[in-house]
């Protein structure tokens, strides 16, 4: 069964910092490109990053580009997002999710978020 | 950055009813448009890919159809369980972006 666990987040100041994790299990994590996705309470769906298999590419959203780092460290089947100079409007529950059929888009699983809120 | 827009924001139907809910891409997206179903505190599902591609374990009732700038999604029996969010995107370019999402609510 495929499995996506996110942790990290929390309260935060604003200009602070976090990393979140997001752990895989149930499939080849090596094989498939992997995003993080936001959704700000109450609000809609934002793609934030992507980052292919290998981890050599990657891609940012404009609104997190230059504060945000997407990585993976595939001998743990872990994704991570750094997240500097956090400002108000980043709050939100951050999904990670998986490519479909090695795709960096759609994204057939999604974990269960992990809340972050930036405030002080 | 292509916008979606999903139309209507939201919609009350009776359980059986066919419901249809619209998304029109601000350019040319070929068929990478995918729907998803998210219902009140989970994580989004995905329904429908490529336009048209049903995603495995989805219930035949859905479909999608269109190509291009218009796409819709179709509930053919409007179930109970259908009670949810549903969410268009396009896959085609870079930021991936959604639609606002149309709000389907049963009678």
């Known amino acids: 069964e495929v499995q996506l666990v996110e942790s990290g987040g929390g309260l935060v100041q604003p200009g602070g910092s976090l990393r979140l994790s997001c752990a895989a299990s149930?499939?080849?994590?090596?094989?498939?490109?992997m995003s993080w996705v936001r959704q700000a309470p109450g609000k809609g769906l934002e793609w934030v990053s992507a980052?292919?298999?290998?981890?050599?590419?990657?891609f940012y959203a404009d609104s997190v580009k230059g504060r945000f780092t997407i990585s993976r460290d595939n001998s743990k089947n872990t994704l991570y997002l750094q997240m500097n100079s956090l400002r108000a409007d980043d709050t939100a529950v951050y999904y990670c999710?998986?490519?479909?059929?090695?795709?960096?888009?759609?994204?057939?699983?999604w974990g269960q978020g992990t809340l972050v809120t930036v405030s002080s | 950055d292509i916008q979606m827009t999903q139309s209507p924001s939201s919609l009350s139907a009776s359980v059986g009813d066919r419901v249809t809910i619209t998304c029109r891409a601000s350019?040319?997206?070929?068929?990478?448009l995918n729907w998803y179903q998210q219902k009140p505190g989970k994580a989004p599902k995905l329904l429908i890919h490529?336009?048209?591609s049903l995603q495995s374990g989805v219930p035949s009732r859905f479909s999608g159809s269109g190509s291009g700038t218009d796409f819709t999604l179709t509930i053919s029996s409007l179930q109970p369980e259908d009670s949810a969010t549903y969410y268009c995107?396009?896959?085609?370019?870079?930021?991936?972006?959604f639609g606002l999402g149309t709000k389907v609510e049963i009678k």
């Open positions: 980052i292919i298999s290998s981890g050599v590419n990657t």
């Open positions: 995107q396009q896959s085609n370019s870079t930021p991936w972006t």
């Open positions: 149930g499939f080849t994590f090596s094989s498939y490109a």
């Open positions: 490529g336009a048209s």
């Open positions: 999710a998986r490519g479909l059929s090695g795709s960096y888009c759609p994204f057939d699983y």
């Open positions: 350019q040319s997206i070929n068929s990478y």
